[in-house]
């Protein structure tokens, strides 16, 4: 499905004006035409997909960036993407990805030595990690009280992690863990589980995830069977909206929400030839991050949100980090089709195991290919020492953090840089790891005494499900709440 370009295609009058054409907004828009609403969808970018884009260079097509799903389900069936292409009757046939870790550089040890987390043992897993890691078995005492804290975790009820975004989870971890190795391996795994560090992520997002060991083993990933996220995600959704009376259009930017008084009555907008357009609409829903919609000459004003919600999304503001991936297009195939397609890569060269990033083949994301050449990616996420990017990152911190992966992966291969026929690089904000931030108040899908305004994406809620699984549980009570109001 092609979108329409342009502000020209755009109507005088929509039920709702979706900003943002990611999967958030585009999921939020297909909900909201169910319920027999007429959208408007703006994306600003020429193309949709935000952070589920395709790219294309030397033969290849493939996502912008490294991103599998999952869900804190016992089925990757019962995951909340799934869940929204089954309430719309769309197709989104899924394959379920193991969830390895592989440590490198250890002094006697195999070239790479893998972990994976089983689903079936729960919080046991994290007893193997540690064995894994450390490379000695976890003691009897330190289980103990491992399992006694992801049980304590695992009893608290969702309302129950939400009065708590206030509290880091290092702070949590001080006033309830008593064993320090259990202390230190809680905090150290905060990394490859949310790509942050203990005393930026709130005690009720780890909570709520930790305390899904115990519920359901361990959390699953998948991701599509069939193709890229761009062609499995994205395309359908598009296509559904503008099958069922709605509008997409890219190109174009959503300027400034308009209000009478605290009343949502239209959206001006611009399109790259500067053209103005004001469209009149009783709903506004912001589908991209808050922290970036809110504020001077934004789309919507400070003075329209409370203070203690302007608060939480100053602090969204200071974990608006960057996350790095490169694809590198091999000449040959290097890494061989028997390895974990995705793995989170661990070096011990400094003498512990230190989270460098994770690697991707092409092939288990479903990339185009050029015949008998290999794709991989890595992932390498920021708010790490030497990977603070922010969102002005320097070149030579973004090298250095190159550096550090590829040297990681020679220790396996020593041939893969060499073997590099092309290499693309993208700095993308990351994947709501913001919005797990300590805050006053977790951030609602509605507005505060604002009528008619509503947020999506994944910059809302606090306490909810992993990665970008989690803009379509947003999605869903987004749109319950606009079509009931």
């Not at 499905?1 to 039920?15: L, T, V």
């Not at 069922?244 to 949502?264: E, I, P, S, T, Y």
């Not at 009528?451 to 999605?475: C, P, Q, R, T, W």
């Amino acid at each position: 499905m092609n979108p329409s370009r342009g502000i020209h295609s755009i109507r005088d009058q929509y039920d709702v004006v979706v900003v943002g054409g990611g999967p958030g907004g585009l999921a939020t828009a297909a909900l909201l035409c169910q319920g027999g609403m007429r959208p408007l969808v703006v994306e600003q970018k020429p193309t949709l997909g935000g952070r589920y884009r395709a790219i294309e260079f030397a033969g290849c097509r493939v996502d912008i960036a490294e991103h599998l799903l999952t869900g804190m389900v016992n089925d990757i069936d019962d995951a909340y993407a799934k869940q929204v292409f089954d309430k719309l009757g769309l197709a989104l046939a899924q394959k379920e990805i193991k969830w390895v870790m592989g440590l490198v550089g250890r002094s006697g040890g195999p070239a790479i030595d893998f972990f994976s987390m089983d689903r079936t043992k729960g919080v046991e897993n994290f007893f193997d990690f540690f064995s894994f890691a450390a490379g000695m078995p976890l003691g009897e005492l330190e289980k103990a009280e491992m399992s006694r804290i992801f049980h304590l975790m695992a009893d608290m009820s969702p309302e129950a992690c939400r009065k708590q975004v206030h509290m880091s989870f290092a702070e949590w971890l001080d006033r309830h863990v008593q064993n320090p190795v259990v202390h230190m391996v809680l905090a150290g795994v905060t990394g490859p589980l949310q790509g942050s560090t203990a005393d930026k992520v709130n005690i009720g997002q780890m909570a709520n995830i930790f305390g899904s060991f115990p519920r359901i083993g361990a959390v699953p990933f998948w991701y599509p069977a069939n193709g890229i996220l761009a062609d499995t995600i994205i395309a359908p959704l598009a296509t559904y909206i503008r099958a069922h009376g709605g509008d997409v259009v890219c190109g174009v930017k959503a300027r400034r929400v308009l209000f009478d008084g605290h009343k949502v009555s239209g959206v001006w907008m611009r399109d790259e030839d500067e053209m103005l357009r004001e469209v009149q609409t009783p709903r506004v829903v912001v589908a991209y991050p808050i922290q970036f919609a809110v504020g001077f000459r934004r789309l919507i004003p400070d003075e329209m949100l409370t203070p203690e919600g302007r608060a939480s999304i100053a602090q969204l503001r200071e974990l608006s980090h960057e996350d790095l991936t490169v694809f590198y297009l091999l000449r040959e195939r290097v890494i061989p089709e028997d390895y974990y397609g995705w793995i989170h890569l661990f070096d011990a060269a400094e003498g512990q195991p230190n989270y460098v990033g994770d690697w991707i083949l092409g092939d288990m994301i479903n990339a185009k290919v050029p015949t008998g050449k290999q794709l991989v990616g890595n992932y390498i996420t920021a708010n790490f020492e030497g990977t603070q990017f922010g969102l002005d990152a320097s070149p030579a911190m973004v090298r250095k953090a190159i550096n550090k992966w590829e040297a990681a992966v020679e220790k396996v291969f020593p041939d893969f840089t060499r073997q590099v026929e092309a290499r693309v690089y993208n700095l993308q904000l990351n994947w709501g790891r913001y919005s797990y931030s300590v805050m006053p108040r977790e951030l609602s899908v509605r507005a505060l005494g604002v009528e008619g305004l509503y947020f999506a994406g994944d910059s809302i809620l606090s306490v909810s499900s992993l990665a970008s699984d989690k803009v379509y549980d947003v999605a869903l009570q987004c749109a319950e709440a606009v079509l009931n109001h």
